[in-house]
């Protein structure tokens, strides 16, 4: 067999406590070389040290029992290609976990330092959106839906406007659908030319009225989109107006553009029900004309 080492002696090599080394033989990912029928004392060998130290790196970087069992098994130093590759598919999995994981820590804390900021403070202004036409897919997203409803009416939606030019996607959603997970979701894209008889049953042509809106521009990732929807909250309420349930979300430049989160830009504008007084006071400044809204919506790159 060759040179063993005690428990204790395995211990001080790979600074695993017996403890540890104890477990992991329970667990069955680092099993003693020798155990003696007898004592039940534990014995490892030189060439375990290697395997433990792995064990020990991936179970500090939070790799699963299950994916460390795998990856095991697969034989870590490429005995043959095959287990070579599952062990390196493994590897490549869990470091781009927690790649994104480190992604939304840091994104995480610039939120935090954002809301600790009192000077801190997102632009926000009441506009009125000008009246659009666009094709539309409107659908009731079910409780526990995810995005895949997203993603589906958007191809239903390329489908129709396969050969014109491609404007920012939209969508308006009653605002149940992020704060109960479900509600009425419409996903549109601008067309001004009539529907083809070949687009997907699901499409339809839509005229979206002229409508007042409290507006903000949120600007990268979607990870704390909920600020720029309390900016807009907290300035509705304090202005006395009264919001809709609905909400429209232009994506002037998004994942379809760019894989570059930073350059994302989102348009949010969260519905306004119009005061007794009618819509003509709101026209006027200082609430903003409806051609900057026509100006940001018109070309994704100028954000």
């Avoid at 428990?7 to 667990?27: A, D, K, M, V």
């Avoid at 994916?67 to 870590?76: M, N, T, V």
């Avoid at 839509?206 to 903000?216: F, K």
């Amino acid at each position: 067999m060759g040179a063993r080492l005690t428990i204790g002696e395995f211990s001080r090599i790979t600074h695993l406590s017996i403890r540890t080394l104890r477990r992991y033989h329970e667990q069955g990912i680092l099993v003693p070389a020798e155990v003696d029928p007898a004592t039940n004392h534990r014995y490892y060998t030189p060439a375990q040290v290697r395997s433990a130290l792995t064990i020990k790196r991936f179970r500090e970087l939070d790799l699963p029992l299950a994916d460390l069992r795998r990856f095991l098994e697969a034989g870590a130093t490429g005995r043959n290609e095959e287990g070579h590759s599952t062990a390196q598919q493994i590897v490549v999995a869990h470091l781009r976990r927690l790649e994104d994981r480190l992604g939304r820590t840091q994104r995480a804390v610039e939120a935090l330092r954002e809301i600790l900021d009192p000077r801190a403070e997102r632009a926000v202004s009441l506009e009125v959106l000008p009246a659009q036409s666009v094709f539309a897919v409107t659908l009731d997203v079910p409780p526990g839906a995810g995005l895949s409803w997203y993603d589906s009416a958007m191809r239903d939606l390329d489908a129709a406007t396969v050969g014109r030019p491609v404007l920012p996607p939209g969508g308006r959603y009653q605002h149940t659908l992020f704060t109960e997970g479900h509600g009425r979701a419409t996903v549109h894209l601008p067309a001004e030319a009539p529907l083809p008889a070949e687009a997907p049953e699901t499409v339809r042509e839509l005229r979206l009225p002229r409508r007042t809106a409290a507006v903000a521009t949120h600007r990268g990732p979607h990870d704390d989109l909920d600020l720029t929807y309390a900016a807009i909250g907290s300035f509705t309420a304090q202005h006395g107006l009264r919001a809709r349930d609905l909400v429209e979300e232009t994506y002037l430049v998004g994942p379809r553009d760019t894989d570059e989160p930073d350059r994302w830009r989102t348009l949010v504008a969260w519905l306004i029900t119009p005061s007794d007084q009618g819509d003509a006071s709101r026209d006027r400044e200082p609430f903003g004309p409806s051609e900057r809204f026509q100006e940001r919506t018109s070309g994704r790159t100028r954000e």
